[in-house]
């Protein structure tokens, strides 16, 4: 089984400010964790992605998770805001094959950014 | 490589009719998911096909609901006698075996508000 708590439904910062969008995770395989990115009316666009290797991860514009296994975690990060990262922010892990590759989300957290 | 694409990608009925979505998938993407996204929550998984084969069916798609994949290229997924507790946002993702660590590209979207 597997689950996902993101801490904070919203989340406000002023631009250039720090973004630290927390995730914890639950799973009973080893898990691929994701951070996907959803603006108002539509789909959901992949920001990064961890499977296994390096730790800390990059993904597109300008963001980086890391996956910290003993405190169960992958907090999204990024060092200065901008007015276009207004969105929703979900945080997701699977397994890796079969029935396990199904996505699980957690509640989103939306992300606003003031002048 | 033209992406997922959902249709129609509003849908409006009256509760009791049926109704029917259809997703096409990236081209040689042989796995596909469907996800429902009520407001405020996050993608929730219903089912998931590995080429036709429907492979796992999630508790919330209740008998009502049917997805069929016949020739392991687009999806439909359909609801009959439909209810307002199925007003949501459907989503479709697919990706390829050959592909990263399940990375699910996303559709648009089909929103369904049942009156």
């Known amino acids: 089984a597997q689950s996902v708590t993101q801490l904070g439904s919203h989340v406000s910062v002023s631009e250039g400010a720090l973004v630290l969008l927390r995730c914890n995770y639950s799973?009973?395989?080893?898990?691929?964790l994701f951070w996907y990115v959803q603006y108002p009316n539509q789909g959901l666009q992949l920001l990064l992605k961890?499977?296994?290797?390096?730790?800390l991860v990059k993904g597109i514009n300008g963001f980086e998770a890391e996956f910290k296994k003993s405190e169960t975690s992958f907090h999204l990060t990024k060092p200065s805001a901008h007015m276009s990262d207004a969105a929703e922010y979900f945080c997701?892990?699977?397994?890796?094959?079969?029935?396990?590759?199904?996505?699980?989300f957690g509640t989103g957290t939306r992300l606003q950014v003031t002048l | 490589d033209t992406g997922v694409s959902q249709n129609p990608r509003h849908k409006i009925t009256k509760r009791g009719q049926n109704v029917t979505f259809r997703c096409d998938p990236i081209?040689?993407?042989?796995?596909l998911y469907w996800y429902r996204q009520t407001l405020g929550q996050g993608p929730e998984f219903l089912t998931y096909?590995?080429?036709?084969?429907?492979?796992?069916k999630s508790r919330l798609l209740s008998d009502r609901f049917s997805a069929e994949r016949p020739k392991g290229s687009f999806s439909t997924l359909e609801i009959q006698r439909t209810e307002q507790g199925d007003s949501a946002m459907y989503l479709c993702?697919?990706?390829?075996?050959?592909?990263?660590?399940?990375?699910?590209?996303f559709g648009p979207g089909t929103r369904l508000t049942v009156l």
């Open positions: 081209s040689e993407h042989n796995r």
């Open positions: 997701a892990v699977s397994g890796a094959t079969g029935t396990a590759s199904k996505l699980t």
């Open positions: 096909f590995q080429n036709e084969a429907q492979l796992e």
């Open positions: 799973s009973s395989v080893p898990p691929y």
């Open positions: 993702a697919s990706r390829s075996d050959r592909g990263f660590y399940n990375e699910q590209f």
């Open positions: 961890y499977t296994t290797g390096a730790t």
